[in-house]
């Protein structure tokens, strides 16, 4: 049992062949950094991840103890879970508890799973740690030094905390953020049609009105959005939009959610400081922007200072 367990940790199924090592080598750097830095670190804000993951998993039906545990749970295995992987150690496991999170999202969490066929990137991931569960580590891992330690020299523990310390420097360094690019916003050139539906303050009830929209991409880094307002054209306006600092602030908002939904909706959330409400109170608003090639919404939401909850101020509703 022991000698199983043991296996099942550190082992690896793959040869000795060095071409393959190479390419297995590249496999886990790929699906191990990409699912840690893209996925894992921009819920690492908050021990037990935002409270928009929270609502996803509880959606799912993890709700007992709480929702947030199994939120922290999953944010906290893709982080550490992709790292894992990606050095080589405690492979097996990391990449198993990583397959049984895709599995969930591709074959549950869809309407049509299409468990061979499905073509989003949640299926090809769920295959992808299933396979690399399979695999292990392969020979270019710590998990390989792990099994043959007789004939290899282990590192000292100094050189391993500066191992780590340059890897979450260079995690740091380049996930600090979830950035944005204007290819994230090319799908919304041209003219869309639909409705806002807005909170009136005074009546506190929504209220909806026609609205359409013109989105026009002006270089690398710009685009411009223009609202009218068939019934009110007062109203009417056009903003101009920048992408900043390396795409982690559009105009004076800062990105703090780039995600791609299970419907494959591109998800961004911007967020910024100001004042709203009758009282012109101070508040914290997030953008929250759904991008499809056929559909497209802004959410505003607000919260306003000293209140721990968001609500819905307006959202904008277009189709082509």
């Not at 709480?66 to 944010?75: C, E, K, Q, R, Y």
């Not at 080589?88 to 198993?96: C, D, E, I, M, S």
């Not at 500066?162 to 995690?171: E, P, S």
């Amino acid at each position: 049992m022991k000698a199983q367990f043991r296996q099942f940790m550190f082992g690896t199924s793959i040869g000795e062949n060095k071409a393959m090592n190479i390419g297995w080598l590249l496999f886990r750097l790929h699906v191990g950094l990409s699912i840690a830095i893209h996925a894992g670190w921009p819920k690492m804000n908050t021990i037990t991840a935002p409270g928009w993951f929270a609502d996803q998993v509880a959606g799912l039906g993890f709700t007992f103890p709480t929702p947030a545990f199994w939120a922290a749970t999953a944010a906290w295995g893709e982080f550490v879970g992709g790292i894992l992987i990606a050095i080589g150690l405690f492979t097996r496991f990391a990449a198993a508890q990583l397959a049984f999170q895709f599995f969930v999202i591709a074959f549950l969490w869809f309407d049509k799973p299409e468990p061979l066929t499905g073509m989003y990137f949640q299926h090809l991931y769920f295959w992808a740690y299933l396979v690399v569960a399979f695999g292990g580590g392969g020979k270019y891992s710590l998990d390989k030094l792990i099994m043959n330690r007789k004939n290899v020299k282990i590192l000292s523990p100094v050189k391993i905390a500066a191992a780590v310390v340059v890897l979450c420097i260079g995690l740091n360094a380049h996930a600090q953020n979830p950035s944005v690019s204007i290819t994230d916003f090319k799908p919304l050139n041209g003219r869309w049609n639909g409705t806002l539906t807005y909170l009136d303050y005074t009546s506190n009830t929504p209220e909806t009105i026609k609205a359409n929209v013109e989105v026009a991409i002006k270089s690398a880094e710009v685009f411009e959005v223009a609202i009218f307002f068939s019934a009110e054209p007062a109203k009417n306006g056009k903003d101009k939009y920048r992408i900043r600092k390396n795409g982690i602030m559009v105009n004076k908002r800062k990105v703090m959610e780039r995600t791609v939904q299970p419907d494959g909706a591109l998800k961004i959330v911007l967020q910024e400081k100001g004042n709203d409400g009758n009282d012109n109170k101070p508040a914290t608003f997030h953008h929250v922007l759904l991008i499809d090639n056929n559909k497209f919404t802004m959410t505003k939401l607000v919260r306003f200072d000293g209140e721990t909850t968001f609500f819905q101020r307006n959202q904008y509703s277009f189709n082509r």
